[in-house]
């Protein structure tokens, strides 16, 4: 019972520090002049990433790998299923007027390479260095196109940016930053270790840990996010916030990651996991494509697949 209980702690401190570290950083860049349309595509899309990347850097370490690698493959598929499946049972989520296509067509691209360098058997600092050029250039493309907007007016709204207040005093910042930083290797390494004594105890694999408790501890701020725009009506950021989290998890946990170390890639995932990801991944396209909402028959349909995934693999 201790480790349930440790590892909750353990996601606990990870939520509260992750967030801390994104409200420290976001305002920290504003008061230093760093454009809100830069912070809303870089430093808020990384911070919202730092507990999967503590996880995978603190499960390469204590040589759970499964770990790492179930956790961004368990989050991308609870994030798709679980994610927008429960908001849209709340409110339907109305995707017919988003646009959301070139940064979908990127997920899809980042989750085909991702399975394909799985294939190698092994995700090595060549993978990484693959995955992290195909994030520059997501990155790269985006501040193009935030940068044209700007140009032509539309600048980014800090209303946009909820961590954002360019009025913060720097000790309150500096607060913010102490916390997350010390925050998240401590939640981190309580998560994962706790998280192996349970898998151990109960004779599951450290991948099935990782593709479902650590998978969808993490993924909770992304469904609270996406509760809230369901209920506003702003299911722009719903599916925005789903495809940019997808994209973050393969290119930039995985590519940081093995700069600590390999990480082995479980026969499990190349026979079922990677390719429920992709399936998730594809249900989308109605959606993005073809101007079909996410309803409430349909949150109901995503979320009794993930159901189903996580009963099937339990057993």
Same mark, same amino acid.
């Given at each position: 019972? +201790? ?16 967030? &801390? ?45 499964? +770990? ?17 499946? +429960? ?100 939640? &981190? ?78 026969? &499990? ?47």
């Amino acid at each position: 019972m +201790i480790e349930w209980l440790l590892s909750a702690l353990g996601l606990c401190i990870l939520l509260l520090a992750g967030d &801390a570290l994104v409200r420290g950083a976001v305002n920290l860049s504003l008061r230093l002049g760093v454009p809100a349309m830069i912070v809303s595509l870089t430093i808020v899309a990384f911070g919202t990433s730092a507990p999967e990347l503590l996880i995978a850097v603190s499960a390469i370490k204590d040589n759970a790998p499964g +770990i790492a690698l179930g956790n961004v493959v368990g989050s991308n598929t609870a994030n798709i299923l679980l994610v927008l499946g +429960i908001p849209a049972m709340l409110s339907a989520l109305h995707t017919s007027q988003c646009q959301s296509r070139k940064n979908y067509v990127v997920m899809l691209l980042a989750s085909v390479v991702f399975i394909a360098l799985a294939f190698w058997g092994t995700f090595t600092l060549v993978s990484g260095l693959i995955l992290l050029t195909m994030l520059a250039l997501f990155l790269a493309d985006n501040m193009r196109d935030a940068h044209a907007h700007h140009k032509a007016g539309e600048c980014v709204d800090l209303d946009e940016i909820e961590e954002a207040d360019p009025d913060m005093p720097y000790w309150r910042v500096a607060i913010y930053l102490v916390i997350g930083l010390i925050g998240l290797p401590i939640g &981190a390494h309580l998560l994962v270790e706790n998280a192996s004594l349970i898998a151990r105890t109960y004779g599951i694999s450290d991948t099935v840990i990782g593709l479902t408790l650590v998978a969808v501890g993490t993924s909770l701020p992304e469904l609270a996010t996406t509760v809230m725009a369901a209920l506003r009506r702003q299911a722009d950021v719903a599916l925005g916030n789903v495809i940019g989290s997808n994209i973050f998890n393969l290119l930039a946990i995985v590519g940081i990651a093995t700069f600590i170390g390999e990480i082995p890639v479980d026969p &499990a995932f190349l026979r079922l996991d990677l390719w429920v990801m992709l399936a998730a991944s594809l249900l989308l396209i109605p959606f993005v494509f073809f101007k079909v909402d996410i309803t409430r028959i349909w949150g109901v349909a995503l979320t009794a697949l993930y159901a189903i995934y996580v009963v099937f693999i339990l057993s």
